[in-house]
């Protein structure tokens, strides 16, 4: 059964960053397009960035610009690299397989302080 285990998310002040890491195991990670998204408290979870297996990226509007996504195959684990950080991008991180598996991570809480 594939995990993903995300980690790195914490207390942040406006304007801080942060990097995200989410670990995947039960799959062939290297062959997978992934996707980090979020949910804030009461709202849906949304879409924020995904690399594709050779290495395309595409970002939100919302992140552009700010976040930064990556990879690394030799450990199955996906990067968010997170700058400039605002209030509103506080929420709980998660990373998934695009498609996404049925089963997600317990995911990461990033909270910024204004």
Do not use: H
């Amino acid at each position: 059964q594939v995990q993903l285990v995300e980690s790195g998310g914490g207390l942040v002040q406006a304007g801080g960053s942060l990097r995200l890491s989410c670990e995947v195991s039960g799959s062939i990670f290297s062959t997978e397009d992934m996707g980090w998204y979020r949910q804030a408290p009461g709202k849906q979870r949304l879409f924020l960035a995904r690399i594709s297996a050779s290495g395309f990226k595409y970002y939100d509007g919302s992140v552009k610009g700010r976040f930064t996504i990556s990879r690394d195959n030799a450990v199955n684990t996906v990067y968010l690299q997170m700058s400039s950080l605002k209030p509103e991008d506080t929420a709980v991180y998660y990373c998934n397989r695009i498609p996404s598996y049925v089963n997600w991570g317990q995911g990461t809480q990033v909270t910024v302080s204004s």
